[in-house]
């Protein structure tokens, strides 16, 4: 019984085998055909709607102001100063340089 599944086995594999396979044709594309010329213009389209405008903001608190500071007291005027001896002191620039030939 086994040999005879085995032969079995062989005479299908041998059998398909020995089929005539269809050779498979491509068939070429049609050529794309050329563009004609543009035709007219269409309608213009509707506007859209105007989008929302949002919400200002909040201002912010102003917080408290402080208070103005108190003035403070003016200072004692100084005494006059003493009278010169009237000795005159006269203070001479340095001399200039000679010029370099």
Same mark, same amino acid.
């Given at each position: 019984?086994?040999?005879?599944?085995?032969?079995?086995?062989?005479?299908?594999?041998?059998?398909? =085998? =020995?089929?005539?396979?269809?050779?498979?044709?491509?068939?070429?594309?049609?050529?794309? @055909?050329?563009? @004609?010329?543009? /035709?007219?213009? @269409?309608?213009?389209?509707?506007?859209?709607?105007? /989008?929302?405008?949002?919400?200002?903001?909040?201002?912010?608190?102003?917080?408290?102001?402080?208070?103005?500071?108190?003035?403070?007291?003016?200072?004692?005027? /100084?005494?006059? @100063?003493?009278?010169?001896?009237?000795?005159?002191?006269?203070?001479?620039?340095?001399?200039?340089?000679?010029?370099?030939?």
């Amino acid at each position: 019984m086994n040999r005879s599944i085995l032969i079995a086995a062989l005479l299908a594999a041998l059998s398909l =085998a =020995a089929c005539d396979k269809p050779t498979v044709i491509n068939v070429p594309a049609a050529p794309a @055909g050329v563009p @004609g010329p543009a /035709g007219p213009a @269409g309608d213009p389209g509707v506007q859209g709607n105007r /989008g929302n405008q949002g919400d200002p903001g909040v201002q912010g608190d102003t917080g408290n102001q402080g208070d103005t500071g108190v003035k403070g007291n003016t200072g004692n005027q /100084g005494e006059a @100063g003493k009278t010169g001896d009237s000795t005159t002191v006269i203070v001479m620039p340095p001399a200039e340089p000679a010029p370099a030939n």
